[in-house]
Nanobody, 120 residues
Framework: QVQLVESGGGLVQPGGSLRLSCAAS????????MGWYRQAPGKQRDLVAR???????TYKDSVKGRFTISRDNAKNTVYLQMNSVKPEDTAVYYC??????????????WGQGTQVTVSS
């Protein structure tokens, strides 16, 4: 059973920093793209950042220069460093990964979500 477990969310003041982590566990053969999405109340879930196994990154325009995505392939973990956060960054952040389990086909997996609230 493959699962993604996020951590690191919470309350942060505008201009502050927060680091999210997401670890994939289970019988994993390989992981391709890993990423972070977010969903604010009443809005659709949007891509924040994604990173390939080789390290190529893509960012939502509004977070470029403030957020940094990285991954540790040996630990099957992806990170999101959030700097200079703004109230509009408030949302539930979801980890996503394209995973090949040992005994199954490539599939898309989601974490349970972690709340990030930016407020003074």
């Amino acid at each position: 059973q493959v699962q993604l477990v996020e951590s690191g969310g919470g309350l942060v003041q505008p201009g502050g920093s927060l680091r999210l982590s997401c670890a994939a566990s289970g019988s994993i053969f390989s992981i391709n793209v890993m990423g972070w999405y977010r969903q604010a109340p009443g809005k659709q879930r949007d891509l924040v950042a994604r990173i390939t196994r080789g390290g190529t990154t893509t960012y939502k325009d509004s977070v470029k220069g403030r957020f940094t995505i990285s991954r540790d392939n040996a630990k099957n973990t992806v990170y999101l460093q959030m700097n200079s956060v703004k109230p509009e960054d408030t949302a539930v952040y979801y980890c996503n990964a394209d995973i090949k389990p040992v005994s199954s086909i490539w599939s898309d997996y989601w974490g349970q979500g972690t709340q990030v609230t930016v407020s003074s």
